[in-house]
Each structure stands twice: as C-alpha cells, then as structure tokens.
C-alpha cells in the first residue's frame, strides 16, 4: 500500500509560480513511478506530468511544457510539480498518483497507470 499526501496548493496571479509536493509512505518509494494528474471544475482528470523510480526520465503534457517540472527525492520519498508562467486555466485540483509500475511508459499518461491517489490540492490562478 502507498499512502500520498499533496500539499502546496494556493491562490496566486497569473505569472506567478507554485510547487506542490506529494509525500508518500507505505510501499519503498524508489520503487515505482509516479505523476501529476488535475482536474478543474466540470472536466476529466487530465494528464500533467510523469517520472519514473529513479527522477532520470520525465514526460509533460504539451500544456505544460516549459513551464512544469516534475522531480523526486527518494531520499525524501517526496515528488514535486514546479510551476512556473501559470495561467488562469491551470485552475484545478492537482493529484499526485503512484504508478504499478517503476518505468515511464505512455500507459502513465492515463489514470488508468496508476493504483493509488492523493486526496488532492487547490490550484487557482487568478487573471
């Protein structure tokens, strides 16, 4: 079992950055990959960002890249999503999700790659 706990959400202006951490316990953390994942009032869960066990390889969604930047400590057994140029329609709520797997495959780009969630954190972006 992986229990994730996100924190770092809030209100900020458009331009402005944010980093959110997600904090696992539970399973060994370098074991296995993880991702980002938001959902903004009204839409699907949709795709943000992936690492796999080791922090070597990470994937962004197009609507994100350049701007996020997705990272781990294992020694922390923490993940982090560094925000950066945000903009009003980042607004969501951003999960953390930890993979059954320890490898980033195209699977991570769904829900369906993953078997454990936080409970979530508040993003606005106000313009």
């Known amino acids: 079992q992986v229990q994730l706990v996100e924190s770092g959400g809030g209100l900020v202006q458009a331009g402005g950055s944010l980093r959110l951490s997600c904090a696992a316990s539970?399973?060994?953390?370098?074991?296995?990959?993880m991702g980002w994942f938001r959902q903004a009032p009204g839409k699907e869960r949709e795709f943000v960002a992936a690492?796999?066990?080791?922090?070597?390889?990470?994937y962004q969604a197009d609507t994100v890249k350049g701007r996020f930047t997705i990272s781990r400590d294992n020694a922390k057994n923490t993940m982090y999503l560094q925000m950066n140029s945000l903009k009003p329609e980042d607004t969501a709520v951003y999960y953390c999700?930890?993979?059954?797997?320890?490898?980033?495959?195209?699977?991570?780009?769904?829900?369906?790659?993953?078997?454990?969630w936080g409970q979530g954190t508040q993003v606005t972006v106000s313009s």
């Open positions: 999700a930890a993979a059954r797997q320890a490898l980033l495959t195209l699977s991570l780009t769904t829900t369906n790659g993953y078997n454990h």
């Open positions: 690492i796999n066990w080791s922090g070597g390889n990470t």
């Open positions: 539970g399973r060994t953390f370098s074991s296995y990959a």
